[in-house]
């Protein structure tokens, strides 16, 4: 799991596997409210899981994804 996350990350934030576990919004250069959604459709489709709007939100770091991931396989 963890390792198909850090994929989803690098490809889209376009940012090497050694960025990703300090990736977090606005402070990763592509990550913006777009790019946001992006991931988030990502996620969704790489583990077939729906966030809802709080864990959408809530969704801020590479760590906080892996927490949240963790709840819903």
């Known amino acids: 799991m963890k390792e198909k996350l850090k994929n989803v990350f690098c490809d889209t934030f376009e940012i090497s596997e050694n960025e990703v576990f300090d990736s977090a919004y606005m402070s990763t250069e592509n990550w913006d409210s777009v790019n946001h959604m992006v991931l988030i459709a990502a996620i ?3 583990f077939d899981i729906e966030f ?6 809530d969704l801020s770091s590479f760590s906080k ?4 991931l963790s709840t819903k396989l």
């Open 52 to 57: 809802d709007m709080d864990e959408i939100v």
């Open 44 to 46: 969704e489709s790489e």
């Open 65 to 68: 994804a892996l927490e949240i």
